[in-house]
């Protein structure tokens, strides 16, 4: 069993910056690799960015070159750095594990634990 824990959401104007956090615990957390989702309202959930299981980060087209996944100094935790941050990034963003290749890692089914989601605003 993992559970996942996120924070760090809010509301921010377009361009800001805000830091996302997820902290992992239970006595599997160190069989998976972790990721981001978000899912705006209407929309389906979108794959944000993740580490692979060889502890690759791996970003969306959308988020790549604004967005940094990377761990913390305590442990099995994961932060999602967000940059210049645009209207359309307002979701509820999720934290998630998996076990998954490289070829799936964008598919939200391949997901076997997921937190109960933080919400980002960015307004205009």
């Known amino acids: 069993q993992v559970q996942l824990v996120e924070s760090g959401g809010g509301l921010v104007q377009a361009g800001a910056s805000l830091r996302l956090s997820c902290e992992a615990s239970?006595?599997?957390?160190?069989?998976?690799?972790m990721g981001w989702f978000r899912q705006a309202p209407g929309k389906e959930r979108e794959f944000v960015a993740a580490?692979?299981?060889?502890?690759?980060?791996y970003y969306a087209d959308s988020v790549r070159g604004r967005f940094t996944i990377s761990r913390g100094n305590v442990k099995n935790t994961v932060y999602l750095t967000m940059d210049t941050l645009k209207p359309e990034d307002t979701a509820v963003y999720y934290c998630a594990a998996h076990r998954t290749m490289l070829s799936s890692i964008t598919n939200p089914n391949m997901y076997y634990y997921w937190g109960q989601g933080t919400q980002v605003t960015v307004s205009s």
């Open positions: 239970g006595t599997a957390v160190g069989d998976y690799a």
């Open positions: 580490f692979t299981m060889q502890d690759f980060p």
